[in-house]
């Protein structure tokens, strides 16, 4: 049986609850918290077994969330599998047929690989971009065209902001720009990279200065690279960089291929720590269930292309939303 509920999703099999990236404390035997991105994470108290990989556990503790239940015994009904979205992801494998991927990406990059899931009966999938058009370029052409783009500012003299989600984004970013010089690291972006190097990940900065928001003001004139947390260019930071420095904005998210996000950078690039709608259509085929649910982002949009390709596919919380029961059986 399974239940979906404004809080995540449960599932109960074999007379125990499991509940799915919960935001809130739930009543359940066991909660699994897929990654440490705050979308997926809830303020534990000290009742319940939390299920997590050790890198989540510590990148958590890091961001203020604490699990002080954590347990990593092996149970031999629940398998946590790689998911390749962020250091320390995993889906997870309940009773060998009931597959939750959590956030998912299947492609390779910098230092992550990319998830391989394995088969399964019942199929929860995130659906971020799953609306038909969403289509990634390779990582090798988008780290191309930064470069090129870099490259053109720094003959200009111009220095460029690179831009990501401070956890996971950022530190990709990190690896694939750390040629450049004088590489600057803004200070939220650094603690993360610190706490990466901490879990055996190499980013390659060790050249780089970090930046306090107290030092922008006194940085180098000319051409130099920063990582730092994505924002838009109407924030005070930027407008204090473009006013002090001219620098130029480069943001990097799979909403890059949305109309909509161009305005708020000088430039997107559609990096995406997510899988692609071909990509998640491939993770579908490649699982081969029976029924499939969707969630997060075109939830609705991707269940009903999958039925048009002959799944049983369903968006979580469309159905029974007043009790918030999923029945399956
Ligand atoms: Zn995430
Ligand atoms: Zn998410």
């Not at 990190?174 to 990940?201: D, K, Q």
Request: hydrophobic share 40%; with cysteine; aromatic share 10%.
């Amino acid at each position: 049986m399974l239940i979906g509920s404004d809080s995540g999703i449960i599932v109960e099999y074999k007379g125990r609850r499991v509940a799915l990236d919960p935001k809130h404390d739930v009543r359940a035997d066991l909660v699994f918290v897929s990654h440490a991105h705050t979308d997926h994470m809830h303020r534990a108290s000290s009742i319940g077994k939390v299920l997590t990989s050790k890198e989540t556990l510590r990148i958590a503790e890091a961001r203020g969330f604490r699990y002080p239940n954590a347990s990593h015994e092996p149970d031999p009904s629940l398998e946590m599998i790689d998911s390749g979205h962020v250091l320390g992801s995993k889906t997870l494998l309940i009773d060998d047929r009931i597959l939750y991927t959590g956030d998912i990406c299947t492609r390779d990059r910098a230092f992550l690989k990319g998830a391989r899931l394995p088969r399964c009966e019942i199929l929860m999938i995130e659906s971020t971009y799953g609306k038909k058009g969403f289509r990634f370029p390779s990582v090798e052409d988008i780290v191309h065209k930064a470069n090129m783009l870099i490259a053109d500012m720094y003959s200009r003299g111009l220095p460029v902001i690179l831009m990501g989600y401070p956890f996971g984004k950022a530190q990709i970013i990190t690896s694939l720009f750390r040629h450049w010089e004088p590489l600057y690291i803004y200070e939220s972006v650094a603690r993360m990279n610190s706490v990466y190097r901490e879990l055996g990940v190499r980013l390659g900065d060790d050249h780089a200065t970090i930046v306090r928001s107290k030092d922008i003001d006194s940085l180098k004139h000319g051409p130099w690279l920063m990582v730092a947390p994505k924002q838009s260019n109407n924030s005070l930071f930027v407008r204090m960089m473009k006013k002090h420095y001219n620098a130029v904005t480069v943001a990097f998210t799979g909403w890059a291929l949305a109309y909509w996000h161009s305005r708020f950078h000088d430039y997107t690039l559609p990096l995406s720590d997510h899988c692609d709608f071909y990509e998640l259509v491939q993770v579908v085929n490649s699982c081969k269930p029976n029924k499939i649910y969707t969630f997060h982002g075109f939830a609705e949009e991707f269940a009903s292309y999958l039925r048009g390709m002959g799944y049983d596919a369903e968006a979580i919380g469309s159905k029974c939303s007043k009790c918030n029961i999923l029945d399956y059986i």
